[in-house]
């Protein structure tokens, strides 16, 4: 005799798993007459259908999150961008001021070697640094007063002949 249609609706009325269910073999006449889940809950409650206890589960043991450094899957990208947006500034101002003779060699390759390392945030706080090395900004200032005072020169633009064009 196949029973496992009944088997399968006796789980969903008891809310148990099938192999937990038993049926006693003298009254499989009833068990097959059983049609709806209020037919198998009588059943059960006169002791025709069993159910087994429930065996030894295993622990469900969460694990700990690994979060190390390695884990943290964050987006750099940004910090990055700002970094190599500050250092090619400051980089740039200190060539300037190198190329102007403000800077001697050393003191060029030492602020280089600061701008690696973080150590201005801003333009503003290499300056600021630079006032304490007592660096003659004078000569900065002069600079800029004589790109000031001087008017815009216009080019004219020519025209290149090409090989191989039209006369």
């Not at 006796?10 to 099938?18: E, H, I, T």
């Not at 003298?26 to 198998?40: G, M, P, V």
């Not at 069993?50 to 979060?67: C, E, M, N």
Request: zero cysteines.
């Amino acid at each position: 005799m196949n029973l496992t249609k009944k088997k399968e609706l006796a789980s969903k009325a008891l809310r148990v798993g099938k192999n937990r269910l038993i049926f006693k073999m003298e009254n499989l006449s009833e068990i097959k007459e059983a049609i709806t889940r209020q037919d198998i809950r009588s059943l059960h409650s006169e002791g025709i259908i069993s159910i087994k206890p429930v065996k030894g589960r295993r622990k469900v043991v969460r694990r700990k999150t690994r979060r190390g450094p390695g884990k943290i899957k964050k987006k750099i990208n940004k910090r990055k961008q700002v970094y190599v947006k500050i250092t090619r500034k400051l980089r740039k101002y200190v060539m300037e001021l190198r190329n102007r003779g403000v800077l001697d060699r050393e003191l060029y390759w030492s602020l280089r070697k600061k701008i690696r390392m973080r150590d201005f945030r801003s333009k503003a706080s290499l300056k600021d640094y630079l006032k304490g090395a007592e660096v003659d900004f004078d000569k900065v200032v002069e600079r800029k007063e004589e790109k000031i005072s001087k008017p815009k020169k216009v080019k004219k633009h020519t025209k290149a002949k090409i090989k191989g064009e039209g006369k």
